[in-house]
């Protein structure tokens, strides 16, 4: 049972460049989340799929796209990669959908943009 | 409205003292409020939780105060040791919400 597993752990990209970062949870979770942490500014949620077919917006959208791709794997897309999206991004996942559960967090992927 | 406000943003303890984290918040209708905890070089994982029909929850050396009237809750830290040093998330949400809001977090250092 490996939790919430992120590929890659580290990433650098030039300006311009499109990446996709994966994630996945082997735990039956229903909903998935993508956050990014910046230094200062907490964990800011980007996207989050409540269950698979889903997905909605969260704090700072702009930029990203997601797709939950089946109930294990949430995908998050960068485009253009622009250096403000140089950050450290987590994916996390929770069992049930509209009742308080903890969060269980990836070990997340360090994104470098030049 | 949304904001969880956290304070301080760093916290130098010695081995052995409390450490005492706040939190604040507006949106009365939160009704979960939960801590986690990150070391470096790793995603955060759940501490401890309360909801605000309790106004204080303990787990080992972990206690969150909560006070409803002043919407505020706090994070207290007995017996610090070494090995608590992480950075500290304090989190907000309202019942039904998918969403989780975070505070900046605070980097707890607890000096040997």
């Known amino acids: 049972n490996a939790g919430v597993t992120q590929t890659p752990k580290f990433q650098v990209l030039k300006t311009g460049q499109s990446m996709t970062l994966q994630c996945a949870q082997d735990?039956?979770?229903?909903?998935m989340y993508w956050y990014r942490q910046d230094p200062g500014m907490g964990l800011r949620l980007i996207y989050y799929?409540?269950?698979?077919?889903?997905?909605d917006k969260g704090e700072v959208p702009n930029g990203y796209n997601v797709s939950r791709l089946n109930k294990r794997e949430f995908s998050l897309r960068l485009e253009s990669a622009a250096p403000s999206q140089t950050s450290v991004y987590f994916c996390?996942?929770?069992?049930?959908?509209?009742?308080?559960?903890?969060?269980?967090f990836g070990p997340g992927t360090r994104l470098t943009v030049t | 409205q949304q904001q969880v406000k956290q304070s301080p943003q760093s916290l130098i303890v010695q081995k052995g003292g409390i450490s005492i984290i706040n939190c604040a918040y507006e949106?009365?209708?939160?009704?979960?409020f939960p801590w986690y905890q990150q070391f470096p070089g790793k995603g955060p994982a759940l501490l401890i939780a309360?909801?605000?029909?309790?106004s204080e929850k303990k787990e080992g050396r972990f206690t969150i105060s909560f006070n409803k009237s002043a919407k505020q809750f706090s994070l207290h830290i007995m017996d610090s040791q070494p090995g608590d040093s992480a950075t500290y998330f304090c989190?907000?949400?309202?019942?039904?919400?998918?969403?989780?809001?975070f505070g900046k977090g605070t980097k707890l250092t607890v000096n040997p």
């Open positions: 996390a996942s929770t069992p049930r959908t509209g009742i308080h559960r903890e969060q269980y």
């Open positions: 735990m039956n979770h229903n909903s």
């Open positions: 799929s409540a269950s698979e077919g889903t997905t």
């Open positions: 949106n009365t209708a939160f009704d979960y």
């Open positions: 309360i909801r605000p029909d309790v």
């Open positions: 989190a907000a949400s309202i019942g039904g919400s998918e969403k989780l809001v």
